[in-house]
């Protein structure tokens, strides 16, 4: 029923200087059981220690939403009247951007697994672009609200959403900087088992940066 | 279907699901915001799934990690959910 994933690394090699090469092929009902015993072999995407940095970052920011939803029940109207200042076009420009380099970066991160790798520094090069762009955006955002008078005091909304979209802006900052560092990496004729993990798991910060935003665009932007 | 075929497509669903949710935004009536407010938040973590199993390839991780992070995304719409709901 479905599909069958198979997905095998293969060359695994003592010491880190693994010449690791990874398979993808998604295998249709129709298509002969071959390597059936083999298929579906779980692998931890990148390694570990970026998950547990993940899933603690985003329950840090399921509390942030939590209080954020709180606080919007206890004071619906001024939350409502102070929405109203947010333009949800730059929002939703932002929301592209980051979708979009987070496709770019999943791209990027499977012709690396796939040791096809010649065209990944421009990908990730698109994907940074888009970063920069996000923060180009942001950055006219707040400065017209900053103009208009809203800052980090004298409204709830806006202190939550200046610290909030702060938090995440430092995450997109450190993201462009993981980017820039895989786009250098990835420029290498070859790459060894540690350095095809570290792309991995850079795409994993990005795309963690990408569904935060996501929440956040719907908590502030969106919902009244 | 190829691997970027696969996250292309997922791509495109995230971008309908951003224009729905636009729109709900946008156009949700007074006194329906709570339930505007459930669906838009509901549509945004059923995103945040989709990029976690797609883009961040938790379809092939071990069980107990793709449980850990569904087991997020549904924690989190219920509880902000709950609080929608309760608190006023």
Sequence with gaps: MGRVIVAASLGQVAGGGAASVHSEVEVSPSMPPAGTAAAVRRRIPGEEGIWVFVLVDMTVFALFFATFMYSRGHNHQAFATDHASLSVVLGTVNTLLLLTSSLVVAIAVQHVLSGRHRHVPMLFGAALACGLGFIAVKALEWSHLLMAGKSLVGSEYFSYYFVFTGVHLLHVVLGVAVLSGLIVLSRRPTLSGRQIMICEAGGIFWHMVDLLWVVLFALFYLIR | ?88
Aim: charged fraction near 15%; proline fraction near 1%; hydrophobic fraction near 60%.
């Design chain 2, 1 to 88: 279907m190829t691997a970027t075929r696969r996250i292309t497509t997922v791509w495109l669903g995230l971008l309908a699901l951003t224009f729905a949710s636009f729109l709900v935004g946008v156009e949700q009536g007074a006194g329906l915001e709570s339930v505007a407010a459930i669906v838009i938040v509901g549509v945004a973590l059923f995103k945040v799934r989709l990029i976690g199993v797609h883009f961040m390839d938790l379809r092939v991780a071990p069980r107990a990690l793709r449980l850990i992070f569904e087991g997020y995304v549904l924690a989190v719409f219920i509880a902000l959910t709950v609080i929608d709901l309760t608190i006023s």
